[in-house]
């Protein structure tokens, strides 16, 4: 397993990115539907600043649905979603929400970090250009800068040596890596983890969890859709456990673990553990 | 996915198979003309049609190039915006683009031909005139030509852009959003570069093609290579040896091209595993680089 430097992950991009709420996500009442197949059937979660929400549950809970409606890959029906204080997605006109113009939401987007199940790195760049794209080319940072700032977040990743190697000649557990240092690059004040590591064989999964768990006790801000209970049990604030798109049961690990009062909860963690 | 099933890499051929093949064609030849038939192949006049070509052939020849080139540019730019186009959320935008394809795949090239330059004219339209630029002056008939051709070039090139598109992995557009580009961006920074890479082979072909079909130009009068040896049999009442002639120079022509598309596509695989000869082709290799190695069965879960 790859030995991740020391030094601390966030100092690359200048320290723990401030949220300008307390609350950095704040999701009030998210129903979301696939036709007329209610996924989500009204979901209400806050994260405060430097807390780490797990989200567990089984294959169609919502979870995934849950995680990408934060960002705004998917389109909401009711409710609202509100990221460093600005509301996703929509705009509010007379009290009504109407969908916003794509350059607010890129604009929104650029606050929240998101990793996904499958990397999807970009095939024609290098580890390092994959990192300074958006930088350059959203932010409008100076190529030299966001250079540096690029090969200090492969360092702190543990792919010095990668940084001019394209994703198909990484592993899959390089290119999760390169794929959080992407995302950190826009300094986010929330990260997404969607299932991070289950498109991974089982000796690169501890690598890519090292990465996250050193995120986590920096105190970025952090809601992570996961099966990893290890990884819960260790980082977690909070977990959540969503069934049939509704939040079921949350609390500390603690609580999660030892004392769960929901029966369908019980039988989870009876499988997965 | 069709279009680009159905093209293939252009495979030059081997030198000693073309020299095989022309001395197998000359035995025919010879044959033909020792035969008692009054018909007498004339050697002299085919071979210098293509050894000593005329200040006719060689102006033939630039035209053919030219004209290709540009027609072709004007296909891949209209081609690009088609596809867009087609694909795109506001529906009188995919609706015009629909029709534009519709219509310039569903008639004849040369009836699109005649009817902008002759017909425009005739009804006062547009005139065609002559357009000079410094010590170049382009006939009407030449822009009317490249016009046509481009107009006509963009609607398949539409289809066959729209394919690359849509053979890059959804995940790549929202991993580009995510980050914060705009749509816009995010298609010409990420998607785009990515499906540039399968839209080269079959845009090869279509340029193959583009050399052949500028022969068309003829029935307005412009004077490209086939109308150069179409002219010069009708004066000397050999078309047996000219068009022969011209044939060789076509085949001149895209056997180039095909030995610089392959140099392209040589040069696009850089970057991406297996490059070094002996790998799989490159089409193969283009089409699954993008995809990263993981167990389908894996990928399934979430939502």
């Known amino acids: 397993m790859t030995q991740i430097e020391e030094t601390n992950l966030l100092d690359a991009i200048g320290g723990v990115p401030l949220a300008s709420t307390a609350n950095v996500v704040e999701v009030t009442d998210l129903h979301k539907w696939f036709g007329r197949n209610e996924v989500l059937k009204g979901i209400s979660m806050m994260v405060k600043q430097r807390e780490v929400v797990v989200v567990c549950g089984p294959s169609g809970s919502g979870k995934t649905t849950f995680i990408r409606c934060v960002n705004h890959l998917e389109k909401i029906q009711q409710g609202r979603i509100v990221v460093n204080g600005h509301l996703i997605g929509y705009r509010e006109e007379n009290g009504k929400l109407v969908a916003d113009k794509e350059r607010n939401i890129a604009r929104q987007r650029q606050e929240i970090g998101m990793v996904f199940q499958r990397f999807n790195l970009f095939p024609h760049k290098t580890a390092l250009g994959n990192i300074i794209e958006a930088p350059i080319q959203v932010r409008g940072v100076p190529e030299d800068e966001a250079i540096e700032m690029g090969r200090k977040l492969l360092a702190r990743v543990g792919l010095a040596h990668k940084e001019e190697d394209y994703p198909a000649q990484l592993s899959g557990g390089q290119q999760q890596r390169v794929a959080i240092a992407r995302a950190l690059a826009m300094r986010p004040a929330v990260m997404l983890f969607d299932e991070p590591t289950s498109a991974l064989d089982p000796e690169m999964i501890g690598e890519v969890l090292e990465v996250m768990k050193e995120l986590a006790r920096e105190g970025m801000t952090m809601i992570v859709v996961s099966h990893e209970m290890g990884f819960a049990r260790e980082v977690a604030d909070r977990i959540v456990m969503m069934d049939e798109g509704l939040i079921i049961e949350e609390g500390t690990p603690e609580h999660f673990f030892t004392n769960p009062q929901q029966e369908r909860t019980k039988s989870f963690l009876s499988k997965i553990l | ?303």
């Not at chain 2, 995010?186 to 500028?214: D, S």
């Not at chain 2, 029935?219 to 010069?232: A, P, Q, R, S, T």
């Open chain 2, 1 to 303: 996915m069709t279009e680009l099933q159905r093209t293939r890499p252009f495979r030059a051929p081997r030198p000693a198979r073309a020299v095989g093949v022309l001395l197998l064609l000359g035995v025919v030849l010879a044959g033909c003309s020792g035969q008692k038939s009054s018909f007498h192949f004339e050697w002299d006049l085919f071979i210098n049609s293509i050894l000593q070509p005329d200040d006719q052939i060689k102006a033939g020849l630039v035209l053919t190039v030219v004209v290709s080139i540009a027609a072709q540019l004007i296909g891949v730019v209209l081609g690009i915006f088609a596809a867009l186009g087609k694909m795109s959320k506001v529906r009188p935008i995919r609706w015009f683009a629909n029709v534009y394809v519709w219509i310039f795949r569903g008639t004849p090239l040369i009836v699109q031909l005649v009817f902008f330059y002759y017909g425009l004219g005739v009804a006062k339209i547009y005139l065609w005139p002559d357009i000079t630029i410094g010590p170049l002056t382009i006939e009407g008939a030449i822009q009317a030509g490249i016009f046509a051709l481009g107009l006509n070039e963009g609607a398949y090139m539409a289809e066959i852009v729209r394919a690359g598109i849509l053979a890059i992995d959804p995940g790549q557009m929202e991993a580009a959003r995510a980050l914060g580009m705009t749509p816009g961006k995010a298609m010409r920074r990420i998607v785009l570069p990515q499906a540039a890479r399968v839209i080269i082979p079959p845009l090869g072909n279509e340029f193959n093609n583009m050399l052949k079909t500028t022969s068309l130009l003829f029935v307005l009068g412009v004077v490209e290579l086939y109308n150069v040896f179409n002219i010069k049999q009708g004066q000397s009442f050999r078309p047996f040896e000219l068009f022969l002639a011209c044939a060789v120079w076509f085949l001149l022509l895209t056997t180039i091209w095909g030995f610089i598309q392959s140099w392209i596509e040589r040069r696009l695989a850089r970057g991406t595993p297996g490059a070094a000869a002996g790998g799989p082709g490159v089409r193969a290799r283009m089409l699954s680089f993008r995809r990263p190695p993981i167990d389908a069965s894996v990928v399934s879960g979430g939502r």
